[in-house]
C-alpha cells in the first residue's frame, strides 16, 4: 500500500516534468525570433544593391531611353519608403503601332455545299398578302403557282414554257405561261417593283447533259442582272430544283434524279455567294429517300405538278421566310425569338 511519501514523490515529478516542456516550448519560440530577425536583415541588404549594372547607351538609343524614362523608373512605395524591383523590364509600345497586310488564311469559297444544310429554315407563317409583292421567275413548272388556285392572286409571274436560265440572260421574246402575254422578262420583272423574287428554272437545261458549268454561269450572271435593275432593297430567293418520276429518265437521262440534287448543291453555294436566300422546296414535293417526285403529287408527264402539289408548295414558301419587321404572321409572330 502507497503512502504519503510515495504520492508526493509522484506529484514533484510530473510538476518536473511540466516546468521541462515549458522551458523547452520558450527556447523555441526564442529561436524562432532570432531566425526571423536574421533574415529580415538579409532581405534588406539584398535589396538595397543595384538591381543591374546599367548599359552604356548608344546615341541611336538615347531619344527611346529617353522617352522611356518616366513611365520605366519604378517610384518608391509610400508605405516602405523602398523601391520596388522590376521582375518585368519595360517595353517600347511605339513598336507595336504598326499597319502591315496579313495573308489570307482562310478560304473564303464555300465547298461541298450540301443544299439541304442551306435552305431557308422554317419561321412562323406570312399571311397571303406577303406574295403581293413577290414576283414569281422561271420556267413553267413555276408558272402553276399562278395557274392553280395557291392562294396568290395579287402575286406577279414572270415565268415561260421551255424557258432556261439563258432565255432570262438573253432577254428573249417569250409568251407568258400565267398571263399569256407576249414579252421580255427582265422588263416584266422591273416593271412588277418586287420586293421579293422568287426564281425556279433549271429543268430545261438540265435536259442536256454535262452542261452544269455553262448553267451556272448563265445563273450567277442573270442574278447579277436583277441586282442591276431592281432596287438594292429586293430580297432575292432561289428555289430548289425538285425531282421527277424515276421513269423520266428513260427518255430525258439528263433528269436523273441524283444529278439534280448536285446541281441544287451547286445552286445553294450560287446563294451563299451572291447574298441570295435558298429555299429547298423539295423537302416538301420529293422523296427523301431519293428525290423523285411525290407520286400524289404527279402528272401525266412526271415533271410537273397537279393542283394538291402546288398547294403544298405555297404553303412551304409561306412558312420558309427569311423574317422581315413588316411582314404579318398567322398565329405568333417570331420576332419574339429576336426580342422587343
Not at 404527279?298 to 405538278?305: I, S, W
Request: glycine share 6%; charged share 15%; proline share 5%.
Amino acid at each position: 500500500m502507497a503512502d504519503f511519501y510515495t504520492y508526493r514523490n509522484e506529484f514533484s515529478r510530473r510538476r518536473r516534468k511540466r516546468r521541462l516542456v515549458l522551458v523547452l516550448l520558450v527556447l523555441l519560440a526564442l529561436i524562432c525570433a532570432v531566425a526571423g530577425w536574421f533574415w529580415q536583415r538579409h532581405d534588406d541588404s539584398a535589396q538595397a544593391e543595384p538591381a543591374q549594372t546599367p548599359a552604356v547607351a548608344t546615341p541611336a538609343a538615347t531619344q527611346s531611353a529617353a522617352t522611356q524614362e518616366v513611365a520605366a523608373t519604378p517610384q518608391p512605395t509610400p508605405a516602405t519608403g523602398k523601391t520596388p524591383e522590376r521582375i518585368v523590364q519595360a517595353v517600347d509600345t511605339a513598336a507595336w503601332n504598326t499597319a502591315t497586310p496579313v495573308a489570307q488564311t482562310i478560304d473564303t469559297e464555300y465547298l461541298n455545299t450540301d443544299h439541304r444544310m442551306i435552305g431557308v429554315p422554317m419561321l412562323g407563317t406570312v399571311t397571303n398578302e406577303y406574295f403581293n409583292t413577290v414576283t414569281f421567275v422561271g420556267d413553267s413548272i413555276a408558272s402553276g403557282l399562278g395557274i392553280y388556285q395557291t392562294g396568290f392572286p395579287n402575286a406577279k409571274y414572270a415565268t415561260y414554257t421551255s424557258a432556261g436560265v439563258n432565255s432570262f440572260v438573253n432577254n428573249m421574246s417569250m409568251t407568258n405561261a400565267v398571263t399569256k402575254a407576249t414579252e421580255t422578262p427582265m422588263e416584266t420583272i422591273v416593271a412588277s417593283q418586287p420586293d421579293y423574287v422568287y426564281i425556279l428554272v433549271g429543268t430545261n437545261n438540265l435536259v442536256t447533259q454535262g452542261n452544269e458549268e455553262s448553267f451556272l454561269a448563265y445563273y450567277e450572271r442573270f442574278i447579277d442582272m436583277l441586282r442591276e435593275q431592281l432596287n438594292p432593297g429586293v430580297i432575292l430567293y432561289i428555289q430548289a430544283i425538285p425531282g421527277v418520276q424515276e421513269t423520266v429518265v428513260q427518255s430525258k437521262p439528263g433528269l436523273d434524279n441524283a444529278r439534280i440534287a448536285t446541281v441544287n448543291d451547286l445552286l445553294a453555294n450560287l446563294a451563299l455567294r451572291k447574298g441570295c436566300y435558298f429555299v429547298n422546296i423539295r423537302e416538301v414535293l420529293t422523296n427523301p429517300a431519293d428525290g423523285s417526285q411525290v407520286d400524289d403529287y404527279q402528272v401525266t408527264d412526271g415533271v410537273h405538278f397537279n393542283a394538291a402539289g402546288y398547294r403544298a408548295w405555297a404553303e412551304y414558301l409561306a412558312s420558309h421566310t427569311v423574317w422581315n419587321r413588316r411582314s404579318v404572321y398567322t398565329g405568333q409572330n417570331p420576332y419574339y425569338i429576336y426580342g422587343a
